[in-house]
C-alpha cells in the first residue's frame, strides 16, 4: 500500500532560526496536504498542493511538491514560540481502486522552539 | 459554521462496557471519517464514509462499529475494548471523498481521549 515517510521526527531549534520538513511518498500523488497539530490539539489543515513544482506560499511558511508529485516539503522562516507543535503531511494516491481518496500521513515532524 | 463538534472529549470505559462517540458536522460535507491516534503518532485512519455509505474499512476489529445515520452525524459504537485501544479518536469530513483537483481540506473535530481501564 501507499507509504508516506516524513523526516526528521524531530527538530529543536532555537526562537528565529528556520525550519524543514520533509515528505516523501512511495507511490505518485494525486494531491498532498500539511496540518499542523499543537500540542492537546488537533489536526489543522494548512495547504493543499496539487501541481507537479507547485510553491505555495504563508507568511513565514513555504511549500513544495516535487516535480515528479512524489515529495513535498514545508519551510518556515524565522521561526516563532508560536510554531510550535507536530506537522502532517498527508498525500492523497493517484491512481483508483477501494483506496480512491484515502489520505494517508505521514509519521510527523515534532517541532520544539527554544526562545 | 466550520467546525466539527465530537461528544464526549473524555471517556473513560471498562472492558465490558458499551459506549459510543459522536461527531457531528454542519458544512454539507458528504465524506465523513474516523481516526485513531497515539501519543507521537500520525491520525490512523478507520473507516471512511461517503454519502452516507461506509466506503473504507482499514481492517478495524469489530469491536468498533462505525454508523452514519444522516449526512450530518457520525457515530462510533464501542464495545469490549481493551486497554491498547485507548487512544484519542478523531473524527473528520470533506466536502467530498476526494481524489483530484477537487480535494478539499479536511477539518477535523477535537477528538475524544478514551482511556480502556
Redesign the interface.
Known amino acids: 500500500g501507499q507509504q508516506v515517510m516524513q523526516i526528521p521526527q524531530y527538530q529543536h531549534v532555537q526562537e528565529g532560526e528556520d525550519f524543514t520538513t520533509y515528505c516523501n511518498s512511495s507511490t505518485t500523488l ?2 498532498i ?1 500539511w ?1 499542523k497539530q499543537r500540542p492537546g ?5 494548512l495547504i ?1 498542493l ?1 501541481k507537479s513544482g507547485e510553491v505555495k506560499k504563508q507568511k513565514r511558511l513555504t511549500f513544495q511538491f516535487g516535480e515528479a508529485k512524489k515529495n513535498s516539503s514545508l519551510h518556515i522562516t524565522a521561526t516563532q514560540t508560536t510554531d510550535v507543535g ?1 506537522y ?1 503531511c ?1 498525500g ?1 494516491a ?1 491512481t483508483g481502486g ?11 515532524t ?1 517541532l520544539t522552539v527554544h526562545p | 459554521d466550520t467546525e466539527v463538534t465530537q461528544t464526549p472529549k473524555h471517556l473513560v470505559m471498562g472492558m465490558t462496557n458499551k459506549k459510543s462517540l459522536k461527531c457531528e458536522q454542519h458544512m454539507g460535507h458528504r465524506a465523513m471519517y474516523w481516526y485513531k491516534q497515539k501519543a507521537k503518532k500520525p491520525p490512523e485512519l478507520m473507516f471512511v464514509y461517503s454519502y452516507e455509505k461506509l466506503s473504507i474499512n482499514e481492517s478495524v476489529p469489530s469491536r468498533f462499529s462505525p454508523e452514519c445515520p444522516n449526512s450530518s452525524l457520525l457515530n462510533l459504537h464501542l464495545h469490549a475494548l481493551q486497554p491498547e485501544d485507548s487512544a484519542l479518536y478523531l473524527c473528520a469530513s470533506t466536502k467530498f471523498r476526494g481524489g483530484g483537483g477537487q480535494d478539499t481540506e479536511a477539518f477535523f473535530g477535537q477528538g475524544t481521549r478514551l482511556t480502556v481501564v
Do not use: E
Open positions: 494525486s494531491n496536504q496540518y490539539g488537533h489536526p489543522v489543515f493543499q496539487v507536530t502532517f498527508a492523497r493517484s477501494t483506496s480512491y481518496g484515502k489520505l494517508t500521513f505521514g509519521q510527523g515534532i
